[in-house]
């Protein structure tokens, strides 16, 4: 059974921190990369992080210096600790999982699409309050 579950997701303060974590399990993780997505309702669902089967990462220019994606392949783990939060990155977020094809073109392009995603967690909510 191929599952992701994301978890970490809460209330916090402008400013402050939250911790997600996205756990794998059903596939081999080391064969996959982890695309993080976050969507607000009627928005399109926008890619912001990835860490790729070579452990080279890639952020969204809205996030880069405030979130830090990284891998425990031991405990088939994807965490996004995520600094210096603001009320814009409200959301709920998601990880999903996928041959590096993708996530490679975000590093290469600027830009991560959901489209074609193998596999997705269900996602948890994340509310930054001003």
């Known amino acids: 059974e191929v599952q992701l579950v994301e978890s970490g997701g809460g209330l916090v303060q402008a400013g402050g921190s939250l911790r997600l974590s996205c756990a794998a399990s059903?596939?081999?993780?080391?064969?996959?990369?982890i695309n993080w997505f976050r969507q607000v309702p009627g928005k399109e669902r926008e890619g912001i992080s990835c860490?790729?089967?070579?452990?080279?990462?890639w952020y969204k220019d809205s996030v880069k210096g405030r979130f830090t994606i990284s891998s425990d392949s031991a405990k088939k783990t994807v965490s996004l600790q995520m600094n210096s939060l603001k009320p814009e990155d409200t959301a709920t977020y998601y990880c999903?999982?996928?041959?590096?094809?993708?996530?490679?073109?975000?590093?290469?392009?600027?830009?991560?699409?959901?489209?074609?995603?193998?596999?997705w967690g269900k996602g948890t909510l994340v509310t930054v309050s001003s």
């Open positions: 999903a999982a996928d041959p590096p094809v993708r996530c490679s073109s975000a590093q290469a392009r600027g830009v991560l699409e959901y489209y074609g995603m193998s596999y």
């Open positions: 059903g596939f081999t993780f080391d064969d996959y990369a």
């Open positions: 860490i790729n089967t070579d452990g080279s990462i």
